[in-house]
């Protein structure tokens, strides 16, 4: 298939994808590099793609420029046997070949037309741009060129090459397409289900955290679904598209951990979530893989994410998706917390197998030929500080310097509940916030090693005083806790009438010393935690541990702290 070439002299031209021998310049190899994406791009070619996009991602992948015409050329070079469309465009083009002379006069009339309108719709593109203007939506559609035929059937999404496709085509249980914003991933989640929408039995569940969030999606499978089944309705009561084979996808938010309990008692065979960085802790997911289930044999049980890195979820993300292993290839999934491939249970018939699959697939926005040949997204996300630009422009998962505490992992911090021996010292420590939040964690000292162990959190939003003081004690109810450690800033009076938020919670019962003076008042001070984070060499057992029930902190440690989105 890809044979040797020769050629003339030294300088002249080497054909695509081929090199010249290290020992004979005038010998040409094909080069190993580049074989392969060309023979992809081909494959892209004979799935119907069209040659300028795969050109556009051949490019991209080998670095090196070839014209669509070009890769035309090559494809009809190797392909001409046994490529079925190659094969019925020949066919096609047989049969509307000119016969007459007439004929013959106005297909050249015709040529002749179609390229002046080629000309046109570029010189309207170029005077836009020179404008400043918009120009996807040049002039020329307007005109008249109605003898120009037009395609009979729509085609109402076609994935783009690369990544798109392959999220597309992806058979593993679950798969995370992810990377750069703007890479087509939303629009890729919302086509993935469209094979199934024939199917009576098909009940679907398409996710975002908010709901806010979610009406841009809904309003995309607007255009996308009546498309592509006619008579399909979307019930805005519901939330969920009823398509005429009675199939139903339910677009809806899940927002806190709680949210779930809607789900409960129902099934789904496909389960999508958009932006799964948006969640703190893998809590949702994990609960939403319990929902995934089907009476009927033919549809396949799948759930697919897509996200941008760099959310709060970014780490559990990470762990669960892409630090397993290389991207695009499929792995048993494992446990996030021991990292031990999920089998089959000891009485199982398939005891100690892999339970299913996952794969990420990256995502660039140079896959994504909507937006990147345009150019003016890109100058957007370049224009991003470092970091940001790292994780939206280039997709990186490895961005982590900014994170706070680098030390802190779910292996050596995180740990299952215990019962606290009633001998060991427990005391509180709180940041107050009204508008944003107070967060309250409660402490055990284990004696042994002095580890400190949080047992407890509390988080609440918009609570005075008197409220977060009324919450404390509730929470602690049975609990012996010796003291609690408040900011500093809740004895200031805050030039206000009235008790500081520290005596408005003493009055309440709920007793406080100020985190200036108290030594352990330091715990919250960052470089105590870092401290603590460290595990001690000699014992093997870090300063801090929390129980896996204290979910926020958790989510919240290793996040990055800059909010990309
Ligand atoms: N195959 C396709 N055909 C037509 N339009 C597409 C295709 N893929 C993506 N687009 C368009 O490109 C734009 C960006 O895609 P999309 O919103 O899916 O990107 P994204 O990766 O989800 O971005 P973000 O990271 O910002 O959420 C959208 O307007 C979308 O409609
Ligand atoms: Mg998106």
């Given at each position: 298939m890809w044979q040797n070439k020769s050629r003339p002299n030294k300088t002249a031209k080497i054909p695509y994808a081929y090199k010249a021998d290290a020992d004979d310049p005038l010998v040409l190899i094909p080069d190993p590099d580049i074989v392969p994406l060309v023979e992809q791009a081909m494959d892209y070619l004979d799935e119907g793609h069209s040659s300028r996009r795969t050109a556009n991602w051949l490019s991209e992948k080998s670095g090196k420029t070839i014209s669509h015409q070009g890769l035309s050329n090559i494809w009809k070079a190797h392909?001409?046997?046994?490529?079925e469309l190659l094969k019925s465009r020949k066919k096609q083009r047989r049969k509307n070949a000119p016969k007459t002379e007439s004929e013959k006069r106005v297909k050249a009339a015709k040529r002749k037309r179609s390229d002046a309108k080629r000309v046109l719709t570029m010189a309207e593109k170029k005077i836009a741009k020179l404008e400043g203007?918009?120009?996807?939506?040049?002039?020329s559609d307007n005109?008249?060129?109605?003898?120009?035929?037009?395609?009979?059937?729509?085609?109402v999404f076609t994935p783009n090459p690369g990544p798109q496709t392959e999220f597309l085509a992806a058979s593993e249980r679950e798969v995370l397409y992810g990377?750069?914003?703007?890479?087509?991933k939303s629009q890729a989640l919302l086509a993935d289900p469209l094979r199934y929408?024939?199917?009576?039995a098909f009940v679907g569940l398409l996710l975002r955290r908010t709901n806010d969030e979610l009406r841009e999606l809904v309003w995309k499978s607007k255009e996308l679904y009546p498309k592509a089944y006619p008579g399909a309705k979307f019930q805005e009561k519901a939330s969920q598209w009823v398509f005429p084979s009675g199939a139903r996808l339910w677009m809806t938010y899940l927002e806190?951990?709680?949210?779930v309990l809607r789900y409960q008692g129902q099934s789904f065979s496909w389960i999508g979530v958009d932006?799964?960085?948006?969640?703190?802790?893998p809590f949702a997911w994990n609960y939403l893989r319990s929902r995934l289930r089907t009476t009927d044999p033919n549809l396949p049980v799948y759930m697919r994410a897509t996200t941008n890195p760099g959310n709060r979820g970014h780490m559990w993300v990470k762990q669960t998706f892409?630090?397993?292993?290389?991207?695009n290839k499929p792995f048993d999934a494992r446990d996030?917390?021991?990292?031990e491939v999920l089998v089959y249970p000891s009485?199982?018939?398939?005891?100690?197998?892999?339970?299913f699959q996952r794969r990420f697939i990256p995502a660039s926005l140079k896959d994504n030929p909507y937006l990147y040949d345009e150019g003016t997204y890109e100058a957007n996300l370049l224009s991003l500080p470092e970091n940001q630009r790292r994780q939206?422009?280039?997709?990186?998962?490895?961005?982590?310097?900014?994170?706070?505490?680098?030390?802190?992992?779910?292996?050596?911090?995180v740990i299952e509940p215990f019962d606290i021996p009633p001998k060991w010292r427990r005391f509180r420590s709180a940041d107050f916030g009204y508008s944003s939040y107070s967060a309250v964690h409660w402490v055990a000292i284990?004696?042994?090693?002095?580890t400190l162990i949080v047992y407890r959190e509390l988080y609440v939003s918009k609570h005075t005083g008197r409220d977060l003081a009324k919450a404390v004690l509730e929470a602690e109810i049975g609990d012996k806790v010796q003291y609690g450690i408040l900011d500093?800033?809740?004895?200031?009076?805050?030039?206000?009438?009235?008790?500081?938020i520290a005596e408005e919670m003493i009055a309440m019962g709920c007793r406080w010393r100020s985190s200036d003076r108290?030594?352990?008042?330091?715990?919250?001070?960052k470089n105590r935690l870092h401290e603590l984070l460290k595990v001690d060499?000699?014992?093997?057992?870090?300063g801090i541990q929390f129980f896996?029930?204290?979910?926020q902190i958790i989510a919240d440690l290793p996040v990055i702290p800059s909010d990309p989105k």
């Amino acid at each position: 298939m890809w044979q040797n070439k020769s050629r003339p002299n030294k300088t002249a031209k080497i054909p695509y994808a081929y090199k010249a021998d290290a020992d004979d310049p005038l010998v040409l190899i094909p080069d190993p590099d580049i074989v392969p994406l060309v023979e992809q791009a081909m494959d892209y070619l004979d799935e119907g793609h069209s040659s300028r996009r795969t050109a556009n991602w051949l490019s991209e992948k080998s670095g090196k420029t070839i014209s669509h015409q070009g890769l035309s050329n090559i494809w009809k070079a190797h392909r001409s046997e046994t490529s079925e469309l190659l094969k019925s465009r020949k066919k096609q083009r047989r049969k509307n070949a000119p016969k007459t002379e007439s004929e013959k006069r106005v297909k050249a009339a015709k040529r002749k037309r179609s390229d002046a309108k080629r000309v046109l719709t570029m010189a309207e593109k170029k005077i836009a741009k020179l404008e400043g203007k918009d120009a996807s939506n040049p002039v020329s559609d307007n005109l008249d060129f109605n003898a120009v035929p037009k395609s009979t059937q729509e085609i109402v999404f076609t994935p783009n090459p690369g990544p798109q496709t392959e999220f597309l085509a992806a058979s593993e249980r679950e798969v995370l397409y992810g990377g750069a914003a703007g890479g087509g991933k939303s629009q890729a989640l919302l086509a993935d289900p469209l094979r199934y929408f024939g199917n009576p039995a098909f009940v679907g569940l398409l996710l975002r955290r908010t709901n806010d969030e979610l009406r841009e999606l809904v309003w995309k499978s607007k255009e996308l679904y009546p498309k592509a089944y006619p008579g399909a309705k979307f019930q805005e009561k519901a939330s969920q598209w009823v398509f005429p084979s009675g199939a139903r996808l339910w677009m809806t938010y899940l927002e806190r951990d709680e949210d779930v309990l809607r789900y409960q008692g129902q099934s789904f065979s496909w389960i999508g979530v958009d932006e799964l960085t948006q969640y703190a802790t893998p809590f949702a997911w994990n609960y939403l893989r319990s929902r995934l289930r089907t009476t009927d044999p033919n549809l396949p049980v799948y759930m697919r994410a897509t996200t941008n890195p760099g959310n709060r979820g970014h780490m559990w993300v990470k762990q669960t998706f892409i630090d397993p292993a290389p991207a695009n290839k499929p792995f048993d999934a494992r446990d996030i917390e021991t990292n031990e491939v999920l089998v089959y249970p000891s009485n199982h018939e398939k005891a100690g197998q892999p339970l299913f699959q996952r794969r990420f697939i990256p995502a660039s926005l140079k896959d994504n030929p909507y937006l990147y040949d345009e150019g003016t997204y890109e100058a957007n996300l370049l224009s991003l500080p470092e970091n940001q630009r790292r994780q939206l422009l280039d997709g990186d998962w490895a961005v982590a310097d900014g994170a706070a505490f680098p030390e802190f992992n779910q292996k050596d911090h995180v740990i299952e509940p215990f019962d606290i021996p009633p001998k060991w010292r427990r005391f509180r420590s709180a940041d107050f916030g009204y508008s944003s939040y107070s967060a309250v964690h409660w402490v055990a000292i284990d004696p042994s090693y002095e580890t400190l162990i949080v047992y407890r959190e509390l988080y609440v939003s918009k609570h005075t005083g008197r409220d977060l003081a009324k919450a404390v004690l509730e929470a602690e109810i049975g609990d012996k806790v010796q003291y609690g450690i408040l900011d500093s800033s809740c004895w200031h009076n805050r030039g206000q009438i009235g008790p500081s938020i520290a005596e408005e919670m003493i009055a309440m019962g709920c007793r406080w010393r100020s985190s200036d003076r108290s030594a352990g008042a330091r715990v919250s001070g960052k470089n105590r935690l870092h401290e603590l984070l460290k595990v001690d060499e000699v014992t093997g057992v870090p300063g801090i541990q929390f129980f896996n029930t204290c979910r926020q902190i958790i989510a919240d440690l290793p996040v990055i702290p800059s909010d990309p989105k």
